[in-house]
């Protein structure tokens, strides 16, 4: 590994300080820093309007670990799937969802997952390290142009609900969007970035703490303690009720939209008595919205999805009830790039 400074964790004014030093000129810094984060540029040798000897003065001086696009698929339905590889040879995915409004990227803030719920292909994987802020500012790059090449537009959204808790890796997570957000980077708002969470009560509160403008989706999946525990076992020292105290914590704070993610399982979390628990959980929260999602099939956990007429009971029971809920039906499940689907596959 080098010894070098990574020089996309310096500033503009840290960038003009080093060409002063090295007696250059300090507009040289504007154009270096708009390679690395408007350009995308992945190395010293693509920034063309420099002089080939600054180049190699600042490829000896500075590393620049960008991400690279190792794999593509692509999906009957539209969705995109990159494979992505690190510097130090780790691979991460994300993936383009599209629809007729939105261009959504999903992307990742860690390599593998420490959480191991046990509906989630990337739990079953070891975590390797956390993703730095601009690896994932990267994925959000690369996904971008994919979505202008493939589609003809920009990005529209946002949500951080790839492989990784992005609440274990907050520092990146919100330098990242701060950068995504930023004029001089992307410039998107951050209302149209979602971190989804699966439930770090603590790190919940230091959102709102932190005043983020973002907006949050807590992936539930199970209304009671003893279900939840099952599949997810973060539960034990985040339960339910200190989950609600942390969301309406983070709600006081921020007045940002919550939503409540729920995956249905067949013959688990699917019944009326379910249904009949969520509402209860959903009137404690100041929740916008709960999404249903529809169940993954993965090769580790022996889950299935429910039939349509259980999806519809459950629906019309949360509609009964004035709850704001939709169905999420799943994309991208041909090439595993679905909801709980990533795992690095070959």
Same mark, same amino acid.
């Given at each position: 590994m080098s010894t070098s400074k990574n020089i996309r964790e310096l500033s503009l004014p840290a960038l003009e300080e080093y060409f002063i030093h090295i007696g250059d000129k300090k507009f040289r810094a504007k154009q270096v820093y708009e390679w690395i984060w408007l350009k995308g540029a992945q190395s010293f040798e693509a920034m063309t309007n420099l002089s080939k000897d600054l180049r190699t003065r600042l490829a000896a001086d500075f590393t620049l670990p960008a991400l690279t696009i190792d794999a593509t698929q692509y999906s009957a339905d539209g969705t995109v799937k990159s494979r992505f590889k690190t510097s130090d040879g780790h691979f991460v995915e994300g993936v383009l969802i599209p629809t007729e409004e939105r261009k959504t990227a999903c992307v990742s803030s860690q390599i593998g997952c420490s959480l191991s719920c046990k509906f989630c292909a990337t739990g079953y994987m070891e975590r390797k390290r956390n993703l730095n802020f601009d690896e994932i500012y990267d994925e959000v790059v690369l996904i971008n142009q994919q979505s202008e090449k493939v589609y003809g537009k920009k990005l529209? +959204?946002?949500?951080?609900?790839g492989m990784g808790e992005p609440l274990l890796n907050y520092s990146n997570v919100l330098k990242a969007i701060e950068r995504i957000s930023a004029e001089d980077g992307l410039g998107?708002?951050?209302?149209?970035?979602?971190?989804?969470? =699966?439930? !770090?009560? @603590?790190?919940? @509160? %230091? *959102?709102?703490?932190? @005043? !983020?403008?973002? %907006?949050l989706a807590l992936s539930l999946h199970a209304a009671n303690d003893k279900k939840r525990n099952e599949i997810m076992p973060i539960n034990e020292t985040n339960n339910i009720k200190a989950l609600i105290e942390a969301l309406n914590y983070f709600y006081r704070q921020t007045k940002n939209e919550i939503t409540l993610e729920y995956i249905l399982f067949? +013959?688990?979390?699917?019944? *009326? %008595?379910? =249904? &009949? &628990? *969520?509402? @209860? !959980?959903?009137r404690q929260i100041p929740a916008d919205l709960i999404n249903l999602i529809e169940y993954n099939p993965i090769e580790n956990a022996a889950f299935a999805k429910p039939d349509e007429d259980t999806v519809e009971q459950f629906m019309h029971y949360l509609d009964m009830n004035k709850v704001n809920a939709r169905l999420r039906r799943s994309r991208g499940k041909d090439i595993d790039a679905a909801c709980g689907q990533l795992a690095n596959k070959n």
């Open positions: 529209s +959204n946002i949500v951080f609900m998107m708002s951050p209302r149209r970035i979602t971190v989804s969470t =699966a439930g !770090v009560a @603590k790190m919940i @509160k %230091k *959102l709102g703490d932190d @005043k !983020v403008r973002f %907006k067949r +013959n688990f979390n699917d019944s *009326l %008595k379910d =249904a &009949e &628990e *969520l509402v @209860k !959980v959903y």
